[in-house]
């Protein structure tokens, strides 16, 4: 019988790592099975796929004519202005400034500035006619 002596620490290290590899081992060999092949993607209806038109044979040993040419499209917050703190703070108490959290309500509860408003970022767009339009919005998440 061959007996191995190993220092405590060491032992509890390699155990570590031997559960490590078993589980990132486990985790991949689940997720290839559960619904990551081409064919369970089309299936899943928050996953869009857009088909490819067939390649046409006579033309696809052929070079393009033009190199493809992609136009950034620009963020949509791009147009919107930004404000300092700086300017923010200044803003604190006027009747014609809104000011909007847009964190989560459980982000909102834990502590927010004095008078502002709760409309998580996820449903702005829903309430964009609850907004007064007579008062300057200013939308912070941080």
């Not at 790592?17 to 209806?45: D, E, H, K, T, Y």
């Not at 408003?117 to 007579?134: C, H, Y």
Request: proline content about 10%; some cysteine.
């Amino acid at each position: 019988m061959v007996v191995i002596w190993m220092d405590r620490r060491a032992f509890y290290a390699f155990l570590i790592g031997v559960v490590v590899v078993l589980v990132l081992v486990a985790g991949f060999l689940l997720g290839r099975s559960a619904g990551s092949s081409p064919a369970s993607i089309a299936q899943n209806p928050q996953i869009q796929v857009n088909p490819v038109a067939p390649v046409n044979p006579s033309v696809a040993n052929q070079a393009p004519q033009q190199p493809l040419q992609v136009q950034p499209q620009p963020a949509p917050t791009d147009n919107v202005p930004r404000i300092s703190l700086a300017d923010a703070v200044k803003k604190l108490g006027q009747p014609s400034v809104l000011f909007v959290d847009a964190r989560t309500a459980q982000e909102f509860q834990k502590g927010h500035i004095k008078g502002a408003v709760s409309i998580p970022a996820g449903e702005t767009q829903n309430r964009l006619n609850k907004f007064p339009r007579d008062k300057d919005l200013i939308i912070y998440c941080a």
